[in-house]
């Protein structure tokens, strides 16, 4: 069970009909603007300049973001249909805006008044869009193994390393970025600081990643050289507290990390159900076969416990609640289920699957990355494990 932790200022919650409304201007969205062009910017790994464009117009960029400072203020529940609506179409396009709200949550949480004032109205607006700098070549899930640091230069602190697989690397404009302000600090991560990174001299991108899935989504290198920033840009104004601001932040990255799950699965059962009532073998389709009866009964279970766990995590968030454990295993069985969903769609359409005139094969490439994103599934059995263990003692 969740237990109080003071996170949000107040309880978030929304009219039945604003939300169904909301949803429903989602769906128009995408039967428009999005399905017809996925497999272009799919296969030609191509950044969708236009979906970025309407995705700010239609205010997803300030989704969860408060109302004072320009955003939607909606609940995670809201925020995280809108992903699954989504990604059961194109998973891709919603990490545009999943990291991005990720680094504006641990502004309006952890940041002075000064910055939330300055950034939020920004990011809300998608006049400047964010992401998250955490990861670097030999540190991902391990955080407290990061070498980037900053050291203090008057009203300056100046900053070098390098950060990969960054998310929004190239097309963002600034960074919650994780480093070192004490490196000698026993235990280490009490000598980790987060800071508000905009792209300015001594911020460069590197290479960009060409990826198995998760296309058109630019992930690549920052590699920061002598880059000065204003003091006041760090977050809370106080060093030592980074650690726990940024994986503050992962729970509803994680909650996102679930939801897409959740679009995958459904997105594959969807098209194993469409395709298997279209495709006859023996003169009858498929889906009336037991053995596609099988496969496509496990895949409405998979689906719809999905659905279940990641809103259960929503709404413990929405309270204000610490849900570590509940994104945790929103996150595990929802990415695991949009995986086994999608190679099971595979193995319904057969040969046709191999394709890439078939949408299946995307979802297939794609499900990988949400048991790797945002702390793998290994790292999300084990804190499952020791969150139950400390509620359970004997």
Not at 67 to 77: H, K, M, Q, R, V
Request: proline share 3%; charged share 25%; with cysteine.
């Amino acid at each position: 069970m969740a237990t109080a932790a003071n996170l949000n200022d107040q309880i978030r919650t929304i009219d039945p009909d604003d939300e169904r409304a909301f949803l429903d201007a989602i769906d128009v969205w995408l039967e428009r603007e999005v399905i017809p062009v996925i497999q272009y910017h799919d296969h030609g790994d191509i950044w969708p300049e236009k979906l970025v464009e309407q995705m700010a117009e239609m205010g997803l960029f300030g989704a969860t973001i408060g109302e004072e400072y320009g955003g939607l203020g909606l609940p995670a529940t809201t925020y995280a249909k809108i992903v699954m609506r989504i990604s059961s179409y194109w998973m891709a396009v919603t990490g545009i805006f999943n990291s991005h709200l990720i680094m504006a949550a641990a502004i309006e949480r952890f940041g002075t008044p000064q910055q939330k004032a300055k950034w939020l109205p920004k990011l809300a607006s998608g006049e400047m869009r964010g992401g998250l700098a955490l990861t670097e070549p030999n540190a991902g899930t391990d955080l407290q193994s990061i070498r980037s640091v900053a050291v203090r230069d008057g009203d300056d602190y100046v900053i070098n390393g390098t950060k990969t697989w960054i998310s929004n690397a190239l097309n963002g404009h600034c960074f919650a970025m994780l480093v070192k302000t004490d490196s000698s600090a026993d235990p280490r991560y009490k000598g980790m600081s987060l800071f508000i990174a905009d792209k300015r001299e001594g911020l460069s991108t590197g290479k960009k990643f060409d990826k198995l899935g998760y296309k058109a989504i630019d992930s690549a290198e920052l590699i920061m050289e002598d880059y000065r920033i204003p003091a006041d840009q760090l977050i809370g104004g106080e060093e030592g507290q980074g650690f726990f601001q940024a994986t503050g932040g992962l729970e509803l990255g994680r909650i996102n990390v679930a939801a897409r799950g959740v679009g995958l699965a459904e997105g594959a059962l969807r098209l194993a159900t469409e395709y298997s009532q279209q495709r006859e073998t023996m003169g009858k389709p498929i889906a009336q076969h037991q053995a596609i009866q099988l496969k496509l009964g496990e895949m409405v279970t998979r689906a719809r416990a999905a659905r279940l766990l990641t809103l259960d995590a929503s709404e413990a968030y929405d309270q204000g609640l610490r849900c570590d454990k509940e994104a945790g295993i929103a996150k595990y069985f929802s990415s695991e289920a949009a995986v086994e969903n999608s190679q099971e769609a595979m193995r319904i359409y057969g040969g046709y699957s191999y394709s890439k005139e078939y949408d299946i094969e995307r979802y297939y490439r794609d499900s990988m990355l949400m048991c790797i994103g945002e702390g793998t599934n290994e790292m999300q059995r084990m804190i499952i494990a020791k969150q139950h263990l400390k509620e359970n003692q004997i």
